[in-house]
């Protein structure tokens, strides 16, 4: 009953009563919209980038990713996606379901991601999760309450020559053996 | 003997990767001058003189593989530069591309030359996002003095595009098949084969798969006239032309990327170049990653170079050797190296999507004590299956590491008395 409020709210809300393209085709059974005429016009910049070529989808997602705050393809926009390149949504999910560094789920602003390979595992990487664990004061895959946050667990990401190491937003922070460094990054994170 | 040598790395250092300028500066492009006014045969054979095996993994001869594309007849043909390097504990590719761009660029144009493709296409994987801009920027100036394009230093009909395409985070997209389809905009999971890839690739093109280290040293081979290379390696009946990178991590003092010619010892990697191990002595020593073969410390005197690691059980694979202290047990490390594959498996074929997991679950009750020889037999028949009926080579070569280690310290599968915990 909540959901159907907010979904109600959401289309007698300014942005969805102008009827701009994207809205029209979607299921309507999505819940969540997220589809500002703003971010609209961002995705169609992406795609032209691309030359609404489709078989350039896993590149699109990966940037769209990018620009959308928690870093994900909410479903609204997997529609949309479907619709401008001519594809079936099967497909779009075929990948965004596949892919390891594609989401579907909102994250956080920055997604911590330690490596649980087997490297950063011989270098004490679980203490890393523990200590990222007390200090954010969240478990495994679980948003701080303001958003910035979340603890990801991922495979070997290449660093193994700094290991135990977290990536964020493509960035990558290595030989965090003791909770000083750690807090460090966090700070120069914020 | 010689440790750290300098052929596929000697440019580190000596120039700026965001300019082609400075690159041309060092010697940059003469390679790709001169290769254009010879016979695409010709070069492959510098490549075969050169006894260059496939760098990704795989070892197949190099300029075997460049004839044999060039001899495809086709409208479009394509090369694809293997950059999704996810073999756990490898990461020379980065060293390669962070250092180098240019190169691993001028080889690849080489390569189109030679194979006569009229697209190359890289495949860096999401990990490596932060190198996107190095490839882009080099890509682009390339194409601005005309090394890249339409008619190539005026070369009439060597017509050539680089392209940059990103993956997603899939181990198995490194597979030349499931790569190939997660450029087309699909999921990465590996077709049936055949058609190979050599005949029906990307867009269902000829397509030609190296990895960036085989196609960092093209350039470098094409230059070298007094055959600098072919003095490094091993000789003898079976040997190992040349240098190779490795990939050295674990619980040793100095981890990195290091260039060594074939024949160094194992000892000579891990307490020279990697400055030793850490505090407690060594447990296990995994070579090529992952899906890797492991050793015990008895291997440290072995020479590194194909012929001596496949009799000692292992092989060079992807470059990589992960030294493991005591802190872990085989057992763990086993579990943890398996939970790896049990994530990466794409799931398309039992063996490996099931088997994966029936092995992770094995392992689990070896760690716990409670496994009967019945468990032990299980795992045996288990990892043969994958190994005999996995569509490709991940399920194929994922239970290498567990394989070896049965052999190698059978005493950590003991069957133990009802109680007592191991691992």
Known sequence: ?190 | MTMAVKFITKNFGRYDIRSLASYMKIGGLTALKKAIQMPGDDIAALLTAAGIKGRGGAAYPMGKKWLQARDIKAAEKVIICNADEGEPCTFKDRTLIQNDPFNLLEGMIIAGYVIEAQHGYIYLREEYSYLKSILLNAIEQLTEKNFLGKNILGKKGFDYELHLCSGAGAYVCGEGTALVESIEGKSGRPRMKPPYIKQCGLYNHPTCVQNVESLSLVAAIVNDENNIYQKYGTKGEKNSIGTKLISVAGNVKQPGVFEIPFGITIRDIIYGLAGGVEGQPIRLIQFGGASGKVASKDILDTPYSYEHLAMAGVGVGSGAILVVDESTSVIDFLITTQAFFSHESCGQCAPCREGNRHIRLLLQKIKDGVHTQADIEKLNSIADIMTVSSLCGLGQAAQNALKTAMKVFPDEFKIMEEGVKIG
């Open chain 1, 1 to 190: 009953m909540y959901c159907l409020l907010i979904y109600q709210e959401n289309l007698e809300s300014a942005e969805f009563q102008t009827g701009f393209e994207g809205a029209v085709f979607m299921s309507e059974n999505i819940l969540e919209r997220v589809l500002t005429r703003e971010l609209a016009r961002q995705i169609d910049g992406i795609l032209s980038n691309y030359q609404y070529d489709a078989s350039r989808l896993i590149g699109i997602l990966l940037d769209i990713q990018q620009i959308i705050p928690k870093q994900y393809i909410p479903e609204e926009i997997a529609y949309y996606l479907a619709q401008k390149l001519n594809m079936k949504i099967t497909n779009i999910y075929d990948c965004i379901t596949f892919y390891g560094s594609i989401y579907s789920k909102a994250r956080a602003e920055y997604p911590l991601q330690i490596c649980n390979s087997i490297v950063c595992k011989v270098k004490k990487g679980e203490r890393l999760a523990m200590d990222l664990k007390k200090i954010l004061k969240v478990e495994i895959n679980q948003a701080t309450a303001d958003g910035k946050f979340i603890i990801e667990m991922v495979p070997c990401f290449g660093a193994c020559d700094v290991a135990p190491a977290v990536k964020v937003n493509g960035k990558v922070y290595g030989n965090l053996n003791n909770e000083e460094k750690i807090k460090a990054m966090l700070q120069e994170l914020v």
